[in-house]
């Protein structure tokens, strides 16, 4: 039985499905069982094309494959406006989940998932692929490093990508009724998560959002920026944008040391990946950066599947809890996101983070 | 008399003029002509430490070098609140200036030196040695094609250094009276020019700046960030610290492409010089960005001191009008500066930047 691979289910046939099952194919603990979609048209081309089995089972809604016993993990790529629904009835079905980022509208909708999640005991993780990267464990050894790094002063954090005149337009991330937390939820996302994840996961106490965010007729963000301010005296920015050329930086700045890494959500090659870091050098005197490399046999995004099947087989087959950190450090990144969109309402004011 | 260096007088012992001292004497149509201080004792001491010729004129004090007739330029590296009086007073004595930054305590000080340096037809330029450097010029044809870069929608700028327990106590720039604008005035200096050379010295139409700057008990500002906007949707953020390791970094981004410098104010490397670039990538399509290197013969202090001799003797030789380029920006860079102030003590409310 050790060797059962966990099986996957997913819902829809959504662009990022084709990514992540390639991830779930690739994964060694890991398999593409099924896939539901409102036309089984599409379910069975997308099985097709797809890299499914002969023998995974392809179906003509969600909710079958949600009533399938032998789907282990169910992986939700629809749209945000959707996740409560979906992610909590997958919960009930004690189908443990792979939920795609945002992780929900606002965090009461979250909190309704995590409950149910809680409740049937079944793990939750989100779809941020570059926190399972082995380079992210190696930045955070310097981030921690008290002699290399110091303490951490400053995190900025950026992510755009340029989408064209159809993007602006049709994309499900610029209408309101389906991603409609726009460029935040989206690009944003992932700034926030790397800023949280520089802090050790602290949430700051208020975040005031930048002014000259831009705005779609629909009310959709498609660019914006914020700071955050912690307690202790910390601070962050990030910028997300639709608009700009592929830019993903994190910036940390501590007493003694900075990390520079400009590929975080997605490295520039495969099997590497690098990241600069520099310490305690006075001004004026002459040093140049480490570049500090990481070789990996497997893509983030199969690091990711791996880890939550891990996770999965150890509650099935060991009798462990779910892990609490990954619910913990969505609902965190929610907690932020929605501060900086309260923010945005409120005309830029201050918003406190929530708890 | 083409070949004739101009002479250089310099005002005060400073540290930074040692390294000023070292650019005038590498930089071959300038001379170490004169040094004055307050003590006779000092200025020998000053002169016989930093490579003064032996004909060099000692003395004991700032009047004097002003009053010497053979004294084309004077460097005045005095803290930021004897500006005015020494640089006017300078302009008057028909000396050409260079100031070092920030150049006065406000924009209505500047002004004063600015229609001095007019009225008496002498050059002014500040002490922003970056601006000099050869990768400067090759950074800005990047940001200058359309086909590379596309239109620049949004920078980001750092510098900090980790000033000392001896340097937080003590050093001018944390004292009131002497450089009070701290490190907005002192590291927020380059950001806000790095900003404004990036979108080609167009000044934003709003500042506001961050919460959660550091202010000592004297009401210095010891660490600050701000975001600026433009009235075409440009924007900016930087973040100016004397807390945190040596990090000096300009990201500029545009619609296809993106530019990253991380030693911009002094580069790791004295002969050589690298910025990176990438563009039109659209996401998971995986490429390496471009490293862009320079090489130089002269370092970027040489570079502004030739520079500067090079307009003087023009002035003074062929007849030529002072280059307004070089106020002109000064006066931009401490416009937004002032602005950023203003917002800082109006409590982050956005400021409209002077004109």
């Known amino acids: 039985m050790a060797?059962?691979?966990?099986?996957?289910?997913?819902?829809?046939?959504?662009?990022?499905?084709?990514?992540?099952?390639?991830?779930?194919?690739?994964?060694p603990n890991s398999t593409l069982y099924a896939v539901g979609s409102r036309s089984l048209e599409k379910a069975k081309k997308f099985a097709a094309e797809n890299g499914f089995p002969p023998s995974a089972k392809i179906y003509g809604s969600y909710e079958?494959?949600?009533?399938?016993?032998?789907?282990?993990?169910?992986?939700?790529?629809l749209p945000t406006s959707l996740h409560v629904q979906w992610a909590v009835l997958a919960s009930k079905k004690k189908k443990h989940l792979l939920l795609e980022k945002p992780v929900a509208l606002n965090v009461a909708e979250f909190d309704q998932i995590v409950e149910a999640c809680e409740a049937?005991?079944?793990?939750?993780?989100?779809?941020?692929?570059?926190?399972?990267?082995?380079?992210?464990?190696?930045?955070?050894?310097?981030?921690?490093?008290?002699?290399?790094?110091?303490?951490?002063?400053?995190?900025?954090?950026?992510?755009?990508?340029?989408?064209d005149d159809n993007f602006l337009k049709n994309d499900i991330r610029v209408k309101p009724g389906l991603d409609g937390l726009g460029a935040l939820g989206d690009a944003g996302w992932y700034c926030i998560r790397s800023i949280l994840w520089a802090t050790n996961y602290e949430l700051p106490k208020t975040v005031t959002a930048h002014r000259g965010p831009?705005?779609?007729?629909?009310?959709?963000?498609?660019?914006?920026?914020?700071?955050?301010?912690?307690?202790?005296?910390?601070?962050?920015?990030?910028?997300?944008?639709?608009?700009?050329?592929?830019?993903?930086d994190i910036t940390a700045v501590g007493t003694k040391g900075t990390l520079h890494v400009h590929d975080f959500i997605v490295p520039f090659e495969e099997k590497t990946a690098s990241f600069s870091t520099i310490s305690q050098i006075r001004f004026a005197e002459r040093a140049l950066p480490s570049q500090n490399v990481i070789t990996t046999d497997l893509p983030q995004e199969v690091c990711m599947v791996s880890e939550l099947s891990r996770l999965v087989k150890s509650i099935k087959e060991g009798g462990s809890k779910p892990e609490s950190k990954w619910p913990s450090i969505s609902r965190k990144t929610q907690l932020v996101l929605d501060a900086v969109k309260a923010s945005i309402e409120k005309g830029f004011e201050p918003v406190q983070v929530g708890v």
């Open 214 to 248: 831009v705005i779609n007729e629909a009310g959709v963000i498609l660019a914006c920026g914020s700071s955050l301010q912690w307690e202790d005296g910390k601070t962050a920015t990030f910028h997300c944008s639709f608009f700009t050329n592929l830019t993903t």
């Open 64 to 77: 079958a494959v949600l009533d399938d016993p032998d789907v282990d993990v169910v992986y939700v790529p």
């Open 3 to 27: 060797e059962t691979p966990v099986r996957f289910g997913i819902l829809g046939c959504a662009g990022i499905a084709q990514k992540q099952s390639k991830a779930i194919t690739l994964s």
């Open 120 to 163: 049937n005991g079944v793990q939750f993780m989100d779809g941020t692929m570059w926190m399972h990267h082995p380079r992210t464990a190696k930045m955070m050894e310097f981030l921690s490093d008290t002699e290399r790094f110091g303490h951490l002063k400053t995190i900025h954090s950026f992510f755009s990508f340029a989408g």
